[in-house]
Structures are given as structure tokens and as C-alpha cells.
């Protein structure tokens, strides 16, 4: 879908389907942050850093509710997908 949009249009799309985009240390470009174009852990646990550290747990979210899915499973976007029972194994 890259190819049909704009550059203003594609950041859009960043939100959701990158990890931390607009947040420290979160994806700026695929160029400058390769590793983080996808939503990968930290856009379910948050942020890791000092998680990776300190290798504490309390040091990270591991406990999760549907509204950490929210953000991005929308109801106005994806009214119909039914993701849910995932909230129980890990989505991605
Ligand atoms: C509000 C969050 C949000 C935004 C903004 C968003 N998406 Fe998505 N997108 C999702 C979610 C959640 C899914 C997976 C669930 C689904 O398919 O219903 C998805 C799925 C997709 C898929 C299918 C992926 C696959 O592997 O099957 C494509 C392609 C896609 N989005 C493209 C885009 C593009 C292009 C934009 C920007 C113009 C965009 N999305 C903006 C949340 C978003
Ligand atoms: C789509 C959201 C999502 C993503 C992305 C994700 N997880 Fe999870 N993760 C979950 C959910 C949901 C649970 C179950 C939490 C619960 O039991 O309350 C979980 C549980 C865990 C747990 C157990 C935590 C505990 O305290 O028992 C670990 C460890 C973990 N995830 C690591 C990872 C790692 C590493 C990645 C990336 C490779 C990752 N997760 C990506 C949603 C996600
Ligand atoms: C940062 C945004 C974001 C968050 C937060 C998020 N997702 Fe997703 N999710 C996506 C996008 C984008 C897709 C589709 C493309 C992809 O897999 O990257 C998706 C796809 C999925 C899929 C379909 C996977 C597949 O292979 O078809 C499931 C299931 C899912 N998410 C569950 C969850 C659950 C459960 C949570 C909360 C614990 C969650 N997601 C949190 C953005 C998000």
C-alpha cells in the first residue's frame, strides 16, 4: 500500500503499525530504526530498557487488559475482527 500514498499519509499509518512511534527512544524511520517498524514487545509491554538493565520484572508490564489492545485494535477500524481471545496467548 506504501506505493499509493503520500509521505504525510504513510506517517498516519505509523501509529499502529510500528513500535513507540512519537515516543522516546520509539520508530522514527526505517532507515534510522529498522528494528522497530513492526509493533513488536514494547507496543503491547511498553517500554524495556530499563527492564533489559536491571532484568527485573517489575521493571516491565507482563500483566496485560484488553485496553493495552485498544490503542490500536480500535472499534471504529476493526469493529469485526475478533482478537480477543487472544488477549490469552500473545497476538503477534
Ligand atoms: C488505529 C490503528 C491503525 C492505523 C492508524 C492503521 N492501521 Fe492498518 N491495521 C491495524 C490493525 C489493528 C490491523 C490488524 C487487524 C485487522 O486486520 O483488522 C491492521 C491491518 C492492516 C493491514 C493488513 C496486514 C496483514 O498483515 O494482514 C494492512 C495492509 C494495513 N493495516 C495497512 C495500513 C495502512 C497503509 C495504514 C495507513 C494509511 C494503516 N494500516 C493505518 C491498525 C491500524
Ligand atoms: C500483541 C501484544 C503482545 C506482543 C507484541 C508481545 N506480547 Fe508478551 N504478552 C502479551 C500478553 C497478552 C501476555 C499475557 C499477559 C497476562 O497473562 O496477563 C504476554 C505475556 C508475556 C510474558 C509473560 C509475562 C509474565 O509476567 O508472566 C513475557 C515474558 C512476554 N510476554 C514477552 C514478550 C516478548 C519478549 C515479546 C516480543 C518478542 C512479546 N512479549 C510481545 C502480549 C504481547
Ligand atoms: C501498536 C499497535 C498495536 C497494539 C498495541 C496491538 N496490536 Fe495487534 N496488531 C497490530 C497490527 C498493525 C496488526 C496487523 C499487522 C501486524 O501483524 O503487524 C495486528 C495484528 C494482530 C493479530 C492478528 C495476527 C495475525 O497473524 O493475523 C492479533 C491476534 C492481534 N493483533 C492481537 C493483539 C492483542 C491481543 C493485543 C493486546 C494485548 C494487540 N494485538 C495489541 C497492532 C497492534
Redesign the pocket.
Known amino acids: ?2 506505493k499509493g ?1 503520500t509521505k504525510q ?2 506517517k ?2 505509523y ?3 510500528t513500535t513507540g512511534y512519537g515516543k522516546p527512544g520509539g520508530f522514527r524511520s526505517e532507515a534510522e530504526t529498522p528494528h522497530l517498524k513492526n509493533a513488536g514487545c514494547e507496543a503491547c509491554h511498553g517500554p524495556g530498557s530499563l527492564h533489559v538493565k536491571s532484568e527485573d520484572a517489575s521493571d516491565i508490564k507482563g500483566s496485560l487488559s484488553v485496553s493495552d489492545c485498544q ?4 472499534k471504529a ?2 469493529g469485526s ?1 475478533r ?1 480477543r481471545p487472544l488477549i490469552y496467548g500473545g497476538g503477534h
Open positions: 500500500m506504501q500514498l499519509e504513510l498516519k499509518c501509529d499502529c503499525h490503542h490500536c485494535h480500535n477500524r476493526v475482527f482478537y
